[in-house]
């Protein structure tokens, strides 16, 4: 969330910032109730000290037993009821006002950061780097060509279940996808991340402290009868385990690894994907997230985008890391490093994490502050998925597969998956 104050006494900069993202913003309506609320509280301020005084007129007054009842008491009386009563109209006014304003204000994105590449969409992401050697055969088959020819996983009968864009893996692919998880958790807390298991239903207020409401609400799964929704990301829960916390300094930077089910209504252009791991409505994903000193995050968004990619290379899955541009940022990323990871079939690198830092965007939105210097200061939260597990899947059938029609599991993964090869 933005700052309130900033928005009040600099409102051109807001504008001017926001509009980095490719679209105009104007916030004169949202600037105007930030006037009013100052307005209002300046009044009951105004209001507060004059009761006072008169209270302690009132005081000193009744400190005379024959001033109890004297016509001079009565009416301080009378005027510091009016005050009080004036003081509870405003203060009344200002929570309702309060309220609009936080929902105007949630609707705002984050700042790009100034490092941030200016742009207007997808395509002005720029290429940072590339790791590994892409696999670019002529005929190679897609991962669930590959999928059905071993038996890996079933989509048709997962309508049967529930509805289109989910699946059920199957032996293989079930023992896969767990031994994919293992591995990066372990390789993850290894690393110094303290492993979580958040709860996989989330209430609004979550959702609001991370970014996801009010403006993804279609996006996301909710439950009928209670005030609960399915999570779409563990950045959702981890990021209110601390909230309404001011976090001691000296345990900074806290770092924790959580494997999640995660759920999105929207997974994809209508049309696009439709076949396999890539846009799914359920699929696992292990995330990666720090709570970090605010004047430590640029450096802490470097080492957590590495962490991601130290993953890919252990599996000798080829990849490209890319700056995202200002008009193709998430809602609450400052700045944010793109894993893309190699596909051979469709010959093209297709997203496997984003590595976002948030700044204190997501902090100031769920209240979680740390001391610098003794002063309070809102904290830098920063997230990445450490992978996603169904497009590591993807890719690893896609870039292991042999010409018997097996796929070799990279080396790493043999432990944990018990074989070498998947084989018919």
Not at 212 to 229: G, I, M, T, V
Not at 254 to 282: M, W
Request: proline share 4%; net charge neutral; charged share 30%.
């Amino acid at each position: 969330m933005l700052d309130q104050k900033l928005i009040r006494e600099n409102p051109t900069y807001v504008e001017e910032n926001l509009s980095l993202r490719g679209k105009v913003f104007q916030i004169s309506e949202i600037h105007n109730l930030t006037l009013e609320k100052k307005e209002i509280d300046i009044k009951i301020s105004d209001l507060q000290s004059e009761s006072k005084k008169i209270s302690k007129l009132i005081g000193q007054e009744m400190c005379n037993p024959k001033n109890i009842n004297s016509l001079e008491i009565n009416d301080l009386k009378y005027k510091g009821n009016q005050f009080k009563i004036k003081i509870t109209e405003l203060e009344e006014k200002k929570r309702l006002l309060d309220k609009q304003l936080l929902e105007e204000i949630s609707r705002l994105p984050n700042f790009p950061s100034k490092e941030t590449p200016f742009g207007k969409d997808e395509n002005n992401n720029i290429q940072i780097k590339t790791w590994g050697e892409p696999l670019k055969e002529d005929n190679l088959k897609t991962h669930w060509e590959i999928g059905e020819y071993l038996d890996l996983f079933d989509s048709l009968k997962s309508t049967k279940i529930s509805k289109s864009r989910f699946i059920t893996l199957k032996g293989n692919g079930a023992r896969l996808e767990r031994a994919l998880i293992n591995f990066m958790l372990d390789e993850h807390t290894k690393n110094g991340y303290l492993e979580l298991m958040p709860p996989a239903l989330i209430n609004s207020e979550s959702l609001r402290g991370s970014g996801q409401l009010p403006k993804f609400s279609n996006e996301s799964f909710k439950c009928a009868n209670d005030d609960l929704w399915l999570s779409p990301t563990a950045e959702v829960p981890i990021t209110a385990f601390h909230k309404n916390e001011i976090i001691d300094p000296q345990v900074l930077p806290i770092k924790y690894v959580a494997y999640s089910p995660c759920f999105r209504r929207e997974a994809g252009s209508y049309g696009k994907d439709t076949k396999g791991l890539i846009r799914l409505h359920q699929f696992n994903k292990v995330e990666l997230y720090w709570f970090c000193d605010p004047n430590k995050s640029l450096e802490a968004h470097k080492v957590l985008t590495e962490d991601a990619e130290s993953i890919l290379k252990k599996l000798n899955l080829p990849y490209r890391q890319v700056d995202i541009c200002t008009g193709d940022l998430g809602f609450s990323a400052s700045r944010t490093f793109d894993l893309e990871v190699w596909l051979p079939s469709s010959k093209t690198y297709r997203e496997i994490s984003s590595c976002s830092n948030c700044l204190d965007f997501q902090a100031r939105r769920s209240a979680i502050r740390t001391k610098i210097d003794k002063k309070t200061s809102y904290i830098h939260t920063l997230n990445g998925s450490g992978l996603a597990i169904g497009r590591t899947m993807a890719a690893i059938l896609e870039n292991g597969q042999q010409s018997d029609g097996s796929v070799k599991i990279p080396d790493v993964l043999v432990p944990y998956f018990g074989s070498n090869f998947i084989k018919k």
